[in-house]
């Protein structure tokens, strides 16, 4: 609970985090995220405990981070499906909050709007560029109780997410991308929100599944969670699992999330290094 | 990141208020204190271009792909590749589909729902410039006369809107062209097209129809300026603040043999002498440079990887 910011009001309380994000509510963003997500994995069984490198991209001013991880697996690997993936995202809240519509009614929280768009090219076959409505939907969800809404009363944020490639697990780095493209806008959380996915095929589970992966999982897990609070802000199960299981793949999932965290915390770090230096 | 080099306030209003307080409520005037310095506020001189960089592949999934930053205007393309049946009228021709997308990502002024005004403008403009110019053959795109040719669509999102889209677009359009990579077709049992990938290639059993011409020729590379006029002042490649406080703006395409290929000056209240449009295509012409010249370097960048 050490990265725990003040509620408004407690202004003395200065925490390290208001000083590591150097909150200034610049709000005309300049810079803006893309994450970039990758694994890779050595099909090593007994490398159980991984560890997640970070790599800046060197794409100019943009600020990604490029993850190639070891995470942790269990039962036996399936070495047909090994394969590294792909998947960029991009986040922007929208130039800060603006005045609420005229037409909604007082609330003295703030709002949260979130739109997630892909773009044409982002999938194998060519289709429209197209709003993907659940997954805006799940989006709000997961941000909306790691956003404090009260420091911002009669007034909205709206999220645009943009998927510039599709490569499996796309919600997870949708959540994680906008989660640090909000800290990079200077708007108050509770803590970064990461996400990661898991898929299940009868024993085995894979972290961070491709495309050809999800295609023919049998249940697949998310999980959305802010690490210093130890919570959990949205969690997905679908498909078949046994209890047993179910407790494994939170376990690991959890474990990924907090290294994720860390990640996106140090990108975050060294932006503000940058703008300030 | 604002330079206050050349501005000075005389008298009056200006001279008391501060220099941020002033762009906001005069930014006529404020540009114009900086003009007469022949300095912008970004501290750049007048015919000066921003900082551009090109980077070729940064959609691997895309057939080819290039993400542009001209200063802060970010724009990404891609092409992706469909085989596609061609008229009866010209059989041994593909074709190309440009489209230009301004999500609402890219900047204020856009409202989700709402689409952007310039962005079907852009679209068109560039599909004519790169018809028009010949820069690619329509005939490489065409895998069996009369039944098989490529479609490329050709997308590209701006990211960052700040100024200078179309230049940013076009450059983006040519990279993506240079980086296209057209992938091994061959035809099955039934006579239809079907993608070879790489690790099969080298089977016997399926002979690859387009063995050769793996990438496109571009003959003559397009590159585009735009310059904004206001009054004696030519300020070229502006921001997308000098596009909204000053309005006459001409956009000069030429290709790599300084040849021009279209010119627009879209209304604007300031008519234009002719000798003023001369020096907008001197400036084109040293930018042509340059960006050929970026391009030249990105490309042999990537044939090294």
């Known amino acids: 609970m050490v990265h725990r910011i003040p509620l408004r009001g407690t202004r003395q309380r200065r925490t390290i985090r208001q000083k590591e994000l150097q909150y200034s509510w610049r709000w005309q963003l300049e810079h803006w995220v893309p994450i970039h997500h990758r694994k890779a994995w050595n099909g090593d069984i007994n490398n159980r405990k991984g560890q997640i490198f970070k790599k800046l991209i060197g794409l100019d001013l943009m600020v990604g981070i490029s993850i190639s991880a070891d995470l942790p697996f269990s039962g036996q690997v399936l070495q047909a499906l090994h394969q590294v993936q792909h998947m960029l995202s991009l986040a922007r809240p929208r130039f800060g909050p603006r005045e609420s519509k005229k037409a909604m009614l007082y609330s003295d929280v703030g709002r949260l709007n979130c739109h997630v768009t892909y773009t044409t090219f982002s999938t194998p076959i060519r289709g429209q560029g197209f709003d993907n409505k659940e997954y805006s939907s799940m989006l709000h969800k997961a941000l909306e109780g790691a956003i404090i809404l009260e420091t911002f009363p009669k007034t909205t944020v709206d999220i645009f997410a943009l998927v510039l490639e599709s490569g499996g697990g796309d919600l997870p780095v949708i959540i994680s991308c906008a989660s640090l493209a909000i800290a990079d806008a200077g708007i108050m959380m509770y803590d970064l929100v990461s996400a990661v996915s898991l898929s299940c095929f009868g024993k085995n589970m894979v972290i961070d599944p491709t495309s050809e992966e999800e295609a023919c999982q049998d249940g697949s897990l998310m999980i959305t969670y802010m690490p210093s609070r130890n919570e959990v802000t949205q969690f997905t199960l679908t498909g078949e699992w046994s209890t047993a299981k179910i407790n494994e793949a939170m376990e690991l999932c959890l474990d990924a999330c907090s290294k994720l965290a860390d990640i996106l915390r140090s990108c975050l770090k060294e932006n503000a290094s940058e703008l300030t230096s | 990141m604002m330079s206050t080099k050349g501005y000075k306030p005389e008298s009056g209003l200006a001279a008391e208020i501060e220099v941020e307080a002033y762009r906001r409520l005069f930014p006529l005037q404020y540009y114009e204190c900086h003009l007469a310095e022949s300095v912008r506020p970004d501290s750049r001189a007048l015919g000066r271009a921003r900082d551009t960089t090109i980077a070729l592949g940064p959609v691997p999934s ?244």
């Open chain 2, 62 to 305: 895309a057939d080819g792909s290039a993400l542009v930053k001209i200063g802060d205007t970010t724009v990404l393309a891609a092409i992706k590749l469909e085989v596609m049946t061609p008229s009866i009228d010209s059989p041994d021709v593909g074709s190309v589909a440009v489209d230009f997308q301004m999500p609402p990502i890219c900047s204020p002024v856009v409202r989700p729902g709402r689409p952007a005004e310039a962005a079907p403008v852009i679209a068109k403009q560039l599909s004519d410039v790169i018809m028009s110019s010949g820069m690619i053959n329509l005939k490489e795109l065409s895998l069996i006369s009369g039944k098989a040719a490529w479609m490329a669509y050709l997308d590209i999102y701006c990211l960052n809107a700040d100024g200078s889209l179309f230049d940013a677009a076009l450059l983006s359009a040519t990279a993506a062209f240079s980086h296209l990579q057209i992938p091994l077709v061959s035809l099955n049992d039934d006579g239809k097209l079907i993608t070879v990938s790489e690790e099969v290639k080298d089977k016997a059993a399926v002979e690859p129809v387009n063995k050769e011409n793996r990438k496109l020729t571009i003959a003559v590379v397009p590159f585009s300026l735009t310059c904004i006029v206001h009054g004696k002042y030519i300020l070229a490649d502006p921001t997308s603040e000098e596009e909204s406080v000053m309005d006459t703006h001409v956009t000069v395409v030429l290709d790599s043999k300084e040849r021009l290929v279209s010119l627009y000056k879209a209304g604007g209240a300031v008519l234009l002498h002719t000798s003023v449009v001369k020096d907008c295509i001197v400036l084109a012409k040293q930018r042509v440079e340059e960006l050929s010249e970026i391009l030249r370097e990105s490309l042999s960048a990537m044939e090294v990887d």
